[in-house]
Structures are given as C-alpha cells and as structure tokens.
C-alpha cells in the first residue's frame, strides 16, 4: 500500500492528519475484467462538468473544479485510482482528496471563533448599571399600559404579560443586555459541523465505494 | 426555444419552464400520501396560528419559537425524501454541509452586524434623537391584524428591494450569487452573499410597536409560508394558498436559467403582492441557475460581488465619453 501513489504531499507532517480529509480504499474487479474494461466502465464518472482525468497505464488522475451538486464524486476535488494485481485477483485502489471535509472539520474553529467575538462585542456593549434600571424603568411604565384587544379577549387570548419587578430582572441577567450578542447559536453551529463531518467520514467513503463497487459489476 | 407568452412577456425561450396550474404535475402515489401532501401546508399554517394565539405566557417565547422552527427544518428535510420534487434537486452531504454553513453565517455574524446597523439599529437610533416614541396604538389592535402588519409591512419592503436588486447592478451585485443555486432545498434561502442577506433583511417594521406575542404569531406564519420558497418537496397546494402566498412553483421559476422568468414572482411571502404589481408568473422550472447551471463555491460567492464589481467600477471609468473627440462619420 506504500507504494501506491496519491495526490502530491507537500508538507510530510501533515500525512498525521490525512484521516480527516483523505478517502482510500479499494475494491476487488470481478473476475475476468480487463483493466482497459473496468477503466472503460468507471469513464462516465470522469464525464461530468468541471473534471479532468489522465490515464497513465493503470493509473487514473482526477482533478474536479466547481463540481455541479448532482456529481456522484462532488465531494472529491483530486485523487488516482490505479488497478493492481495480486494473488487474490485484480483489485481497484482509490486515494481521494476533499477540500469539502477539511472545511467541514475546520468550520467548527470558525463558529467557536464567531461566538467569542460575539462576547467580547456584547461586553464591550454592557450598559451602565444606572442608564439600565433607567432603561427597564421605562420599559415597564410601557408595559404596564399594554392591554389586550376586545376581539382577543372574547376569543380567550392569554393577557400579556404584567412587567416584572426589578430584582427578579436583575436575578435574570436582564434579556435586553445579552440580546443580540448570545454566542449560543456560534456554539450550536460549531456543534452541528462536528456532527456534519463525522457523518460525512462515514457516509461518503462508503457511498464512493458503493459507486465504484456497482460501476464495475455494470 | 420559442418560449410561451404570458401577458407582454415572452418567457422560456433560454430554458424550458412550465407556465400554469393545469401544466404542473401532482402528487402521486396512494390516497393518505396524496391528502398528506395536499393538506399538509394549511395544517401546519393554521396549527401555528391556534397554537401561538392560546399558548400560555409561559410557553409562548422566542425559545418557543427557536425549538418549533428548528423542528420544522428538519420534518421538511424529511419530507425531501418521501416525496422529492425533482430527482435532479437531491440534497446531498456536501450539499447539505454548505447550505448550513451559510444558515450559520447569517444566523451569527449578520446577526451580529444587525446589532449596529440593521434596520431596527438605525430606526432606533433617529427615533432617540428626534425623541419620537414608536408608534405604539398598533399594540391595541386585534393580535391577528398585528401579525398580518409585521409579515406584510416586511414582506412589502422585501419585495421592493429584491425588486430591485434585479433592475440596479449595485444591488445586483450581491444578491446575484443567490441565483447560483443549482436546486432548491429546505436551507438554500440562506445561501448567498452575507452582504445580500443583511440587505435583504432591512424593513420598516421598527418604527412600530406590537405586542410580543404577536411577534411570534407573525415568525410563525412567515415560516409556515415563507419554507416553501426553497424546497425539493411535491406538494398539491390548494387553489386558494398558491394565489395568495409564494409557492416552491414560483420561486422555481424565479430562479431559472431563463433570465425573463428571473424578472419574476420578487415577494417572500405574499404572491398577492406580485400579482398587485404585475410581476406574478404561475409556473414552475427545474433546470436552475446561471451560466448554464454552473455551481458557485463558498469562496466565490463571498467575493463575486466585490471582484465583479471592482471589474465593472474599472471598466467603467476607462470606457471613452460619449462626447469624446471621435472623427465625425456622416451620415448615410
């Protein structure tokens, strides 16, 4: 497996991390399929807008750019399939490349980032302690003034809430304060991108394996 | 292509849509999948509306709202998969990762710019200091007319400035990225320019005052009405929904690789308003985008405004005047 080439490493240190963003694997050619066929059988794969492929022997290079959404291999941005022999029979081994996952990892940074601007905005934002019970003050005469529509009441609309009092606020943390400058939903995306790309780890490469595995048996 | 006629306009001649309610197909299958998908959309609508008009305080909140939205992402994602529209709109993993990657980016840091000059940061700040109170009678109103006010006071703004993001190149310029999209998808409305995504979000509705729950009632109708615009799901909407309110058909064919039917159906939420303005085009179209259907990337879409911009600012400024000193060429 050493041997088998990949897509160019630049950086050595980073084939540690390859995991993230490399898809290899292989599958076994059914029995009596010549490689010009098993090539011939995977060429429309290569067919689709923004790919490029050369063929040197038994081994393919794929590059893609701007993949459409519909492509069966839109995730893979560069990559070689080489077929090798050994005494098991013909096997296809695939080293694919997804800028698509390592953005996916990488995104989770973004949003951890994004929620902690997001802190140091809203600190920066605190108003002063006395402009705020000044604040609610206000507030609350309002809301003391808010009364339910005639129509509303008669078809049994709950009253709006009466204003509450200053300590309970205060107990709170006041909602006016922090509104707007929230890092939850920072927090909630980095989360949800975590999620994303360990679905996509195991997701894609089996579905890439599943496509080879049934363009070859075609 | 010849194109069809509807009204002045001659529309499909760059690519195929389909013009009219009798030419769009129907659900198909057995009868509970064809009346789920016919009566799903009212139920949802008028479900929300009975639910936030008799929550109690206690329920009736914005976390409310955040937990019930998220949870309606995710049963129209499902439904992606029971009854797609198109085939050829499947929502992938990659697909499905860069649509979320944009609901993140508008729901933080447009978010966050809002804060400082959104629409209700700038009204905020002339009413304090012109010390013009907001206009606060709207709160005695019946909470149903409240929330109709929110959705169609934004709804109306939306219209004209997405109107005329489509006939003004500065405004083009950022919501041009949006029309990219190749499919549509439960998340792809967040797809698009950050910057288009801010400006599309400016209204009026801060110069007034409504009641908090009315609020809610207005988010919940706008969502169970306004989900539908970006969407792989095959419903039969009701004669009565598709006149009044946008369709997944019309924000199909508004993001068509025909550039005439583009120059259509601009509203969010109220078709009525389209077709008050004579902009409405019933029909549907499932080969989408532009150039040909060319998928943008992230990167792309984050700089085509600023970099075709700066082409155009260029190319501009080194174009000759019109009363430059050219050798006079007679007339015939």
Redesign the interface.
Known sequence: MDSFPGPAVKTPILRLFHWIWHIRGDVPLPAALAPDDAFHRLAPLFAHSGTTHARMGDLIVVTKHDQLAQDPLSIVDSGTLQIDRDENGAVLRYHLVSRALLYCFLAPLLFLAVAQLTVFLGSLEKPGSEEQAQKDKGKQDHKGEIRLNPVDKFLGAPAPEKPKDDKKNKEKGGDEEKKGFSPTTAYVFAGIFIALWVLGRLLEPWLIRRLFQRTLAD | MDGIRVGKRIVGTQSPVTIGWENIPKVEGGAFKRLFFTWFQPVVLFGMIAFW?????SI?KASTAIGIGIGFRVVLQILEFVNPRHK?W?I???????D??Y??IA???V??V??YIGSDAIIEAVQKSLDVEKL?WF?????LIQAFLIIFIFDFCQYWMHRGMHNWYPLWLPHSVHHYI??LNVHKGAVGNPLELFLIGLGIGGLFDF???AFLLAGAIGMSVGAYQHINVRFNSPRWWRFIFNTTEHHSLHHSQDFESTRSNYCNTFILIDRFFGTCIDGEAELLGMEG??????REQMLYPFTEGLRAWKERKSREPFFADHTAVPAE
């Not at chain 2, 259907?293 to 992230?298: E, F, L, Q, T, Y």
């Open positions: 008009y008799y929550a109690p305080n009736a050829s499947q992938t993993w990659k697909e499905l990762a860069t979320l990657f609901v993140g729901s933080t840091c978010r966050l809002d804060n606060a709160t005695s109103l019946p909470l190749t499919q009641l908090p729950r259907g060319r998928r943008m990337s992230i």
